[in-house]
Every structure is written in C-alpha cells, then in structure tokens.
C-alpha cells in the first residue's frame, strides 16, 4: 500500500496568487516527482528529485519550483498563478532500489486558476 | 511522432467479457513496462509491472510484452464494473530515470 499524500486535492485560486502544492511521503523514498496531466493527454514529468537538496527540472517546462529539504516532503510552488497553469498535479515517488522507475502516486492535486 | 503510442477509447464492454488493452512503442531501449489504473479524479496505481519481454500474471490481470513487436498488452478477464478505469502504460529504459506514459485507454465495464 503506498502512502505518499498530496494537499489540497482541489483548488481554484486567483491569477497573481501564489500558491504550493504539498507532497509527503510515509515510505521513505529518496526519489520523487512531480508531473501535470491535462484530459487526454499523457503524464508529463516537471520535476524530480533524488533526495534531500537534489531539484531537476523534468522534460515538459514549467513556471513551477520545487525543494526538497526533508525526505518524505516535496512541495511544489507558482509564484504567480495563470489560467495556463489550470491542470492536474501528480506526485509520486520510487525506491531507487527498483529499477525501472516503479512510481507511486498520490491522489492528486486539480487546480484551476480563474 | 510520440515514443508511447496507445488509443485513448472509450472502450466498453459487458460484464464477464474479455478485455485487451495495448500500447506501441518505438524506443527500443525500453526494458520496464507498466500498467497503472486511474480511477476519475484519482492518481494512478501500479498495476502491473514487467521486466524484458514475457507474461505476468497476477490474479485476473495478464501482461504481456513483445518487444520484437514493441507492443505491450494487459488483459482483464471476468471483467467487473469495479473495472471500470483509465488504464496507463508506462515504460523506462534500463537505469535511468525517464518513465515515458501513454496517453491511457478509458475502459467501461457495463453491468
């Protein structure tokens, strides 16, 4: 059973707020992500981590930014909201002990910027 | 052209029925493969995961992969409508962090 939770699971929010989109994790994985889903669409990875101070940026570019100072914590933040930035959050994390990329996935965050 | 090709449905079965659900890929590198299920307004959950080329088996659930064809199958038998899901594929190379998705099969299972 996977245990890796996200907060809030909807938001609607003004342009021009900033907001974060929290991730923590119960299992202790030194990997995790953040990928955005639109209907239809395939999972884009828009950043990682390998553990504690580690940030990549993923291959689909985002206006987001992310930290990692705990392990189990792994928040997402817009500094300044757009209507472009309406999608769904995912986050997830691995062991790195398995390979092939063997994710585990919250339950999401839906966000819609009016 | 996209490295994870997979028909997005919606498929819809009666109860009881057979399903197959398939991806392609053109990356030749890919050795991981997935399927995950995403029930409305949730994340996705692992449901199946496979090494190279070959069958799994898990409960009602069978995967199989080709990767001569580099095409990847999952197949649900007595299909509920508890089925009733998006189904992703997903697929990695070896040790490496990329996890490359399709865009997910919307399956409907009808009493």
């Known amino acids: 059973e996977a245990d890796i939770y996200q907060t809030p699971r909807y938001l609607v929010i003004g342009t021009g707020k900033k907001i974060t989109l929290e991730c923590s994790q119960t299992m202790g994985h030194d990997k995790m992500y953040w990928y955005q889903q639109d209907p239809g669409m395939e999972l884009h990875l828009i950043h990682y981590?390998?553990?504690?101070?580690?940030?990549e940026k993923g291959d689909l570019s985002s206006e987001s930014t992310v930290s990692r100072i705990r392990t189990e914590h792994f928040p997402l933040t817009l500094e300044s909201a757009r209507p472009s930035h309406t999608s769904q959050y995912l986050c997830?994390?691995?062991?790195?002990?398995?390979?092939?990329?063997?994710?585990?996935f919250g339950q999401g965050t839906r966000l819609t910027v009016v | 052209q996209k490295e994870v090709e997979q028909d997005p449905g919606p498929l819809s079965v009666p109860e009881g029925a057979i399903v197959s659900l398939n991806c392609t890929y053109s990356n030749s590198a890919f050795q991981y493969f997935m399927w995950y299920r995403q029930y409305s307004r949730k994340g996705p959950e692992l449901l199946m995961y496979?090494?190279?080329?070959g069958n799994k088996e898990d409960g009602r659930f069978t995967a199989q992969v080709d990767k001569s064809s580099k095409y990847i199958s999952l197949f649900i038998r007595d299909s509920q409508p508890s089925d009733s899901a998006t189904y992703l594929c997903a697929m990695s190379p070896y040790n490496t962090d990329k996890l490359i998705f399709g865009t997910g099969t919307r399956l409907q299972v009808f009493p």
């Open positions: 981590s390998y553990g504690v101070n580690s940030t």
């Open positions: 997830a994390s691995s062991d790195p002990r398995d390979r092939g990329e063997k994710a585990f």
């Open positions: 496979t090494y190279s080329s």
